[in-house]
């Protein structure tokens, strides 16, 4: 299993700034996700982010918009870039150990609310 | 294009009861479908998932019945408590491919 935590677990911001969310495992993980969520809705995947490449952004999601590092095995971090009230949404970091899709352990997401 | 069709979005259902949510997908090459469990406030957890090699999948009380020829799958919860309560997600994923898709969630309230 992993035990994923997120940084911060909720933010209040201003339109045209910058947000970077931080996520760390408990365990080293080979894949590292990124989701948005809207309250009451389902995931949409930003991003996939492996370790020493750059990440894979799903249609409809830019580099520009929410770049993603991924230092080593155990972090990641999503910025939400020049943001908008549009970007007021759940943001869930997830991770699994395996290259074939098994178990996504998610984190408890964080809240951002865009003014 | 929703790959993975999830009803109902909401279900109310009384203790003790069997709560059943239904999911329908089209991509043939997904091999992996797991469900999910989420409490308000919190991250989606991994309930229960199955591969196309069986039928059916039990833990506890939550089962997994899957219809290959039908492209269908479904959670049964049996005895439904007031703690089960949450928003149930079934998802897709396809052998070699990282990205999993899921359904629109269900949100279950078990009422005493």
């Known amino acids: 299993s992993a035990v994923i935590s997120q940084k911060p677990s909720r933010d209040i911001c201003q339109r045209g700034t910058s947000l970077t969310i931080q996520c760390q495992v408990d365990?080293?993980?080979?894949?590292m996700f990124w989701y948005r969520q809207q309250p009451g809705q389902s995931l949409t995947l930003i991003a996939t982010?492996?370790?020493?490449?750059?990440?894979?952004?799903e249609s409809g999601f830019v580099i520009d918009k929410f770049p993603i590092s991924r230092p080593n095995l155990t972090f990641s971090t999503l910025t939400v870039s020049n943001m908008s009230p549009e970007d007021s949404s759940i943001y869930l970091c997830?991770?699994?150990?395996?290259?074939?899709?098994?178990?996504?352990?998610f984190g408890p997401g964080t809240r951002l609310t865009v003014l | 294009q929703q790959q993975v069709k999830q009803s109902p979005q909401s279900l109310i259902v009384q203790k003790g009861g069997i709560s059943i949510i239904n999911c329908a997908y089209e991509?043939?090459?997904?091999?992996?479908f797991p469900w999910y469990q989420q409490f308000p406030g919190k991250g989606p957890a991994l309930l229960i998932a199955?591969?196309?090699?069986?039928s059916e999948k039990k833990e506890g009380r939550f089962t997994i019945s899957f219809n290959k020829s039908a492209k269908q799958f479904s959670l049964h919860i049996m005895d439904s408590q007031p703690g089960d309560s949450a928003t149930y997600f079934c998802?897709?994923?396809?052998?070699?491919?990282?990205?999993?898709?899921f359904g629109i969630g269900t949100k279950l309230q078990v009422i005493p």
């Open positions: 199955i591969r196309p090699d069986v």
């Open positions: 365990s080293q993980v080979t894949m």
């Open positions: 991509n043939t090459a997904f091999d992996y």
């Open positions: 998802a897709a994923s396809k052998a070699g491919y990282q990205k999993v898709t």
């Open positions: 997830s991770a699994s150990h395996g290259f074939r899709t098994d178990t996504q352990y």
């Open positions: 982010a492996n370790q020493g490449s750059e990440a894979t952004y």
